[in-house]
């Protein structure tokens, strides 16, 4: 399923009016360069695009600089990226290493993954462990319908739906979470925003409900009431919401922020982050369409005087 934001209406300091899949990595980090080396060995074609961290923390940055070739292999443990220090606190009396919930990943999904899903694959449960074995780390349905938000535009167009359904339940069960639970979170959080508008949606604090409960929770512990850990997820979350209410004016944005107790700066830049991600990861597949689509018309023309020989009854 595409979605598709209707970003028209917010000034090009928010978010400048897009179809899906048009921006990613943008340079909010420094860059990185990210090439999209040949498809084939034949083929000395190079695509050259900027890329930054993705889905992190507020403030690590984490470059790197994957190739994209088409094959299948496995996601393997260890990446490419530049090594890093990274020191994180978290409610877990023992947490697992980043190679110990990449490795739960590999043991629970065994099956190959093409290679342009498999990199994104692997810094995204990176980034992700990071949040999530913060010590002020809690999960939330916001946090789910980011997340449901971002993996469903990555892997559209996925070659097998069943495939794409596996990856995700192994990939939220690595992080020691419930993929239903994301599942189920998400839909609900949708249901109800698609029942709201513009008003109804930010003045959730003066209704009752099971959603609007949520709401609140949040607020308070963004407020300083409880554990919360914000995280790009949870900025896309929030742009879900307003999406699906049809509430994509700035000022709706700004009031939920308020409302919620969050920086709506830190939403602002981490939209453009996630805007920009999915407009690389298009560059890619087109790339890797068009490879595709050479290397078929290749066999089919390979394949003419073969046919043309046994027609006429000639054995080679």
């Known amino acids: 399923m595409i979605f598709v934001f209707p970003l028209r209406t917010f000034s090009k300091s928010h978010f400048p009016s897009l179809v899906l899949f048009h921006s990613l ?7 990185t360069s990210l090439s999209f080396s040949s498809l084939s060995q034949c083929s000395e074609r190079k695509t050259t695009i900027s890329s930054t961290r993705f889905l992190g923390s507020t403030s690590e940055a984490f470059g790197f600089r994957p190739t994209f070739s088409y094959h299948f292999g496995g996601l393997r443990a260890s990446t490419s990226s530049p090594k890093m220090v990274i020191q994180c606190m978290s409610s877990v009396a ?8 990449k490795l739960n990943f590999l043991k629970a999904y065994k099956r190959p993954i093409p290679s342009i899903y498999n990199t994104l694959l692997q810094e995204l449960i990176v980034q992700q462990h990071l949040t999530r074995y913060k010590k002020s780390y809690r999960y939330d349905p916001v946090i789910a319908l980011g997340f449901v938000t971002v993996y469903d535009q990555l892997m559209d167009g996925y070659p097998s739906d069943e495939d794409r359904d596996a990856i995700f339940e192994s990939y939220i069960k690595a992080l020691k979470e419930d993929p239903e639970q994301y599942r189920t979170d998400a839909k609900k959080l949708e249901e109800w925003a698609k029942a709201q508008n513009s008003t109804s949606l930010v003045e ?7 959603v609007e409960g949520i709401l609140k929770d949040i607020a308070e512990r963004a407020g300083g009431k409880g554990d919360f850990s914000y995280s790009r997820f949870f900025a896309v979350g929030l742009f879900r919401l307003l999406e699906l209410a049809k509430a994509t004016e700035p000022a709706s944005l700004e009031k939920l922020c308020a409302t919620l107790n969050i920086n709506k700066r830190s939403v602002d830049r981490d939209l453009d982050v996630y805007r920009n991600l999915l407009s690389k990861l298009v560059q890619a597949k087109e790339l890797l369409k068009e490879y595709v689509e050479r290397e078929k018309k290749k066999r089919e023309e390979r394949a003419e005087p073969q046919k043309a020989n046994e027609a006429m009854g000639i054995t080679k």
């Open 25 to 31: 990595f943008p340079s909010m980090a420094a860059l």
């Open 94 to 101: 023992d947490p697992p290493t980043v190679s110990e919930t």
């Open 204 to 210: 959730f604090s003066l209704k009752e409900g099971e």
